[in-house]
């Protein structure tokens, strides 16, 4: 007869896989924050630690947490009427190099200023944020285009640079520009082009003008407003193309200055000007 004070044995489970994991520990983590209990804050060391007791590698888990870092720094893209017409205007590019976080970003911060006309506007521990350089020099130095290059970061309303230690003397560094401020311009040309396009068709005057003879409003306002339309059409869409167009060279850039940190290029200068004194510099001195 079996003894009734005996357990019984647990029912045996089957181990749960990674993404069943992920989704657990998710959901764990969403159920206690709805139900109000304070979330303990946790060092990278002590979540690299808890990381280790279900088999995840260090190195990985370091990245993980860079890229979280790198990705919150950045303010996410608020809608509106500039977003429906144009789409997003935030661009980014990442990349994991060798090197210390302060070394890449002094680096950084002198190719932006010396190469592509940018200044500082903030500079954190991690992060450095710049904006055009608003000078004389500058301003010519972009519309004359002495070096031969498009400046194309240089419209932006800001640039960022964010670079987070991984371990092993590797950086995730991650590049930002922000271009919401030509879209915003573009925006405004098109409300403004729709409206002098409605001024110059003469709407309200061919209405007043014909209704006497007894045509619907309906069919004079389709009449009058066509031009219009096709105006603004027409600039909508050509503006578009340049916005796109010169989201494309921005974004080309921000992948080419990672080759430049990638391969150590950032303490050359490939400016034309710095080129020309080098080579003048290095010229035999002739005695008269």
């Known amino acids: 007869m079996a003894d009734s004070n ?8 089957s181990p749960l896989d990674r993404s069943a994991l ?3 520990l998710a959901r764990a983590a969403e159920l206690q924050v709805g139900s109000g209990e304070r979330t303990e804050e946790l060092s990278d060391d002590q979540i690299v630690e808890l990381g280790k007791e279900v088999g995840l590698a260090p190195e990985h888990l370091r990245q993980a947490l860079a890229e979280e870092r790198t990705r919150a720094a950045m303010s996410p893209e608020t809608g509106g009427l500039g977003v429906r017409l144009f789409g997003g205007s935030l661009l980014s590019a990442s990349r994991t190099i060798d090197g210390a976080p302060r070394e890449v970003l002094k680096q950084l911060d002198t190719w932006m200023q010396r190469e592509e006309c940018l200044q500082v506007k903030r500079h954190l521990d991690e992060r450095i944020v710049w904006e055009p350089q608003r000078g004389l020099v500058s301003v010519a130095r972009r519309a004359l285009n002495v070096s031969g290059r498009s400046y194309a970061l240089s419209q ?13 003397n ?4 991650r590049l930002d520009a922000d271009f919401s401020n030509r879209r915003t311009d573009l925006t405004r040309g098109t409300v403004a082009v729709s409206a002098i396009g409605m001024a110059g068709s003469g709407t309200l005057a061919t ?5 006497a003879v007894g045509v619907p409003v309906g069919v004079l306002v389709g009449v009058a407003a066509a031009p219009a339309i096709l105006l603004t059409g027409i600039g909508y869409w050509a503006m578009k193309g340049t916005y796109e167009r010169q989201l494309s060279r921005a974004q080309l850039a921000l992948e080419q200055l ?3 940190v990638e391969r150590g290029d950032l303490t050359r200068d490939s ?4 080129a020309l004194a080098s080579a003048a510099a290095n010229l035999p001195r002739t005695r008269f």
């Open 6 to 13: 005996v357990p019984a044995p647990a029912p045996r489970r």
């Open 207 to 211: 209405i007043g003008l014909v209704a």
């Open 271 to 274: 400016s034309l000007l710095s």
């Open 170 to 173: 590797k950086v995730l560094l």
């Open 156 to 168: 932006a309303h800001e640039v960022a640079a964010t670079a987070v230690d991984v371990g092993n």
């Open 22 to 24: 992920e989704r657990v």
């Open 258 to 260: 990672l080759d430049r």
